[in-house]
């Protein structure tokens, strides 16, 4: 047997074809097919659909709808947030205490501030300067660093 | 294999029914569905497991078809469909088949090709028309899987390489040395016959 023949052969096999009315036939069951499949789909399935289909309605996109649903999430932490505000508070102020306490003040001896014609007003405490002179109410003057406004004291120098 | 006006056509139709005109997808199942039973028939030698095909084709093709961004024809692309559903039935079904080749077509008496090959033969020409379809049938159902998709899409459909290495997958060079081998197979199963 040639290539020829059997090419020949095999070409007839075109003629095989279904019994008359077979393809409208098959249109119904295509149909019927369809319908059945619909019927056994998962109801998440269902329900997916259906929310695209609600939203394909409403003339948003895919980006409007994931926008949407965005938008759906932040309101419900937003809402969240204000409708239990007294769990969060409890939970978050421990960390704020102690972020807000300040750590102590180094001592800073002979620390002053130079200022002309004000009172004399040490920059920390007075407990923390072991040279500030006891207050007696006068005005006090720095002048080069060296406190020379003190009142004359009884004690004199000797050299 | 396609004009260009029969795939505007058809993007038309895919355009329609993804937008979910049901109708339009009905246009394409009557346009498609005589070389898609061809396809599917030749490969299973069987009319109600290809009638049963076909439904299973056509509904996975309408779940599929949102899908569908026409890389390439609608045509390739439901014949890749339904060669892959039909050789994995095959493997399911396994040598279990039947062959009920006996409603061919009254007019292939009188093709040209027919004429002229019973009268080219002598044993030919003796031969019973349905017992040589018979023998014929049951020599591409010797053959396996895949070279009976590419002789039925090459010699039965007339489909080019080309094509048919888009449906399937594979390269040109594949399927032309498929077509080699199958063809020898064949010719050794019916030189008893002729």
Same mark, same amino acid.
């Given at each position: 047997?040639?290539?020829?023949?059997?090419?020949?052969?095999?070409?007839?096999?075109?003629?095989?074809?279904?019994?008359?009315?077979?393809?409208d036939?098959?249109?119904?069951?295509?149909?019927?097919?369809?319908r059945?499949?619909?019927?056994?789909?998962?109801?998440?399935?269902?329900?997916?659909?259906?929310?695209?289909?609600?939203f394909?309605?409403?003339?948003?996109?895919?980006?409007?709808?994931?926008?949407?649903?965005?938008?759906?999430?932040?309101?419900?932490?937003?809402?969240?947030?204000?409708?239990?505000?007294?769990r969060l508070?409890?939970k978050?102020?421990?960390?704020?205490?102690?972020?807000?306490?300040?750590?102590?003040?180094?001592?800073?001896?002979?620390?002053?501030?130079?200022?002309?014609?004000?009172?004399?007003?040490?920059?920390?405490?007075?407990?923390?300067?072991?040279?500030?002179?006891?207050s007696?109410?006068?005005?006090?003057?720095?002048?080069?660093?060296?406190?020379?406004?003190?009142?004359?004291?009884?004690s004199?120098f000797? !050299? | 294999?396609?004009?260009?006006?029969?795939?505007?056509?058809?993007?038309?139709l895919?355009?329609?029914?993804?937008?979910?005109?049901?109708?339009? !997808?009905?246009?394409?199942?009557?346009?498609?569905?005589?070389?898609?039973?061809g396809?599917?028939?030749?490969?299973?030698?069987n009319?109600?497991?290809?009638?049963?095909?076909?439904?299973?084709?056509?509904?996975?093709?309408?779940?599929?078809?949102?899908?569908?961004?026409?890389?390439?024809?609608?045509?390739?692309?439901?014949?890749s469909?339904?060669?892959n559903?039909?050789?994995?039935?095959?493997k399911k =079904? *396994?040598?279990?088949?039947?062959?009920?080749?006996?409603d061919?077509?009254?007019?292939?008496?009188?093709?040209?090709?027919?004429?002229?090959l019973?009268?080219?033969?002598?044993?030919?020409?003796?031969?019973?028309?349905?017992?040589?379809?018979?023998?014929?049938?049951?020599?591409?159902?010797k053959?396996?899987?895949?070279? =009976?998709?590419?002789?039925?899409? !090459?010699?039965?459909?007339?489909?080019p390489?080309?094509?048919?290495?888009?449906i399937? *997958?594979?390269?040109?060079?594949?399927?032309?040395?498929?077509?080699?081998?199958?063809?020898?197979?064949?010719?050794? !199963?019916?030189?008893?016959?002729?």
């Amino acid at each position: 047997m040639t290539d020829e023949q059997l090419s020949a052969l095999l070409r007839l096999k075109r003629f095989e074809q279904p019994p008359p009315g077979y393809y409208d036939r098959l249109l119904e069951n295509v149909h019927r097919r369809q319908r059945a499949e619909l019927l056994r789909r998962p109801l998440w399935k269902i329900a997916l659909e259906r929310t695209q289909v609600f939203f394909s309605e409403h003339s948003m996109g895919h980006l409007s709808y994931a926008g949407a649903m965005a938008a759906l999430l932040l309101t419900g932490i937003v809402a969240i947030r204000v409708m239990v505000p007294g769990r969060l508070e409890t939970k978050t102020s421990p960390v704020i205490a102690k972020l807000v306490v300040p750590p102590p003040p180094a001592p800073a001896p002979n620390r002053y501030v130079v200022i002309e014609n004000q009172p004399h007003t040490p920059a920390l405490e007075p407990k923390a300067l072991p040279m500030a002179p006891p207050s007696t109410g006068a005005p006090r003057y720095v002048i080069d660093a060296r406190p020379a406004s003190y009142e004359p004291s009884s004690s004199s120098f000797r !050299f | 294999m396609q004009d260009e006006q029969s795939r505007q056509q058809d993007d038309q139709l895919i355009a329609r029914t993804q937008a979910g005109d049901a109708a339009a !997808f009905d246009e394409l199942i009557v346009k498609y569905s005589p070389r898609l039973y061809g396809l599917v028939y030749n490969m299973t030698s069987n009319h109600e497991d290809t009638n049963d095909l076909m439904q299973d084709i056509w509904s996975k093709a309408f779940r599929s078809i949102t899908g569908f961004r026409g890389k390439s024809s609608f045509y390739t692309w439901i014949h890749s469909i339904g060669v892959n559903m039909t050789i994995n039935f095959l493997k399911k =079904r *396994g040598r279990r088949f039947h062959l009920s080749l006996d409603d061919v077509d009254a007019g292939v008496q009188n093709d040209k090709e027919f004429i002229e090959l019973t009268a080219s033969s002598t044993p030919v020409r003796e031969a019973d028309l349905s017992e040589l379809q018979k023998r014929l049938n049951e020599a591409m159902q010797k053959l396996s899987h895949d070279h =009976r998709a590419v002789v039925t899409m !090459f010699d039965i459909q007339g489909m080019p390489h080309a094509e048919i290495a888009k449906i399937l *997958g594979i390269s040109e060079g594949t399927v032309r040395s498929r077509l080699f081998y199958a063809h020898r197979q064949l010719q050794n !199963f019916l030189t008893e016959f002729l």
